[in-house]
């Protein structure tokens, strides 16, 4: 189909048209196109005005934001030249931290093998100080002075006279006898420890105690101990209340070197080298016995 063609419109724009009546003036109407033309002259120089004062607000707005932000530049500037300077000494930081790692990884390795070293040594020590001790018995009970004046020569004459002549047919030989220093007290005697020459007379002693039962002195009872050392005697302390509580059930018990609980119950023995192991079995044996 053939296109049509579009036809312009054109609008017509009308003049004002100023009637003049035929009896009418011509000045009037040019004095009132002089008004028109003037409130036209006075509507632009307001608006001109108007835009003035718009464009200088605007100008002062920029220049402070300007200002503002180049006020907050350099302020980031400044933050990123210090995050700069804090993330080298971190990075310094980090590097010794981790030098400083490796050297307390080194000295606790150290640490750890001198631990080891000296636990090794002081039970050495210990074991030494025990063995140097062996030969000495500790006597328990027994009245203050009555050794006067000479001691060993009253230990030796007293044991064979008190254990009996069966056990020692002829005096043992002690080389020296004391009594622990402290102030004496007659209702508390200090003991007395008396060292042998022979380690076989200590074990005869206390042998021959154990199977008398009770040692008398006039009418106080004597009893003899090994001489341990104070690490020892502290080990063994830990089984004092579990020794009480044997002894409440008549139960068969004993402390075998260094400090061990040795308990035998309806035959069976066990040994315990911790309080708390003694305790587990001690309550068994108590539940055992109520059921």
């Avoid at 608006?47 to 934001?65: A, G, P």
């Avoid at 044991?159 to 006898?177: K, N, V």
């Avoid at 004391?178 to 042998?207: A, E, S």
Wanted: glycine share 4%; hydrophobic share 35%; net charge positive.
């Amino acid at each position: 189909m053939p296109s049509k063609k579009r036809k312009k419109k054109t609008k017509l724009v009308s003049s004002p048209v100023v009637k003049v009546d035929d009896d009418g003036d011509a000045s009037s109407v040019a004095s009132s196109s002089s008004s028109v033309s003037t409130n036209v002259s006075d509507a632009t120089c307001v608006d001109t005005c108007q835009n003035l004062n718009v464009i200088q607000k605007l100008d002062l707005m920029r220049n402070d934001f300007a200002t503002k932000i180049y006020g907050v530049l350099n302020t980031i500037k400044d933050v990123k030249k210090d995050v700069r300077e804090f993330s080298g000494r971190m990075d310094l930081a980090e590097e010794r931290i981790s030098s400083m790692e490796d050297v307390v990884n080194t000295e606790k390795s150290k640490l750890e093998e001198a631990t080891k070293r000296i636990t090794f040594l002081s039970r050495k020590l210990d074991d030494l100080e025990n063995r140097s001790r062996r030969s000495n018995l500790r006597v328990v009970n027994l009245p203050e002075k009555v050794e006067n004046p000479d001691a060993v020569a009253f230990l030796e004459k007293w044991l064979c006279e008190t254990l009996g002549r069966s056990i020692f047919p002829t005096p043992p030989i002690i080389e020296r006898a004391h009594r622990l220093p402290g102030r004496q007290n007659t209702d508390r005697p200090r003991v007395m420890i008396m060292k042998f020459l022979n380690f076989q007379d200590v074990v005869r002693v206390m042998r021959a105690a154990r199977q008398k039962g009770r040692v008398m002195y006039g009418d106080q009872e004597i009893k003899f101990f090994p001489d341990l050392s104070a690490e020892v005697l502290r080990q063994r302390r830990r089984f004092d209340d579990i020794k009480q509580r044997l002894r409440s059930l008549n139960l068969r018990y004993g402390i075998v070197y260094p400090a061990k609980l040795r308990v035998t119950v309806n035959g069976q023995t066990r040994e315990f080298e911790d309080p708390s192991d003694a305790e587990k079995f001690l309550q068994g044996i108590q539940n055992t016995d109520e059921l």
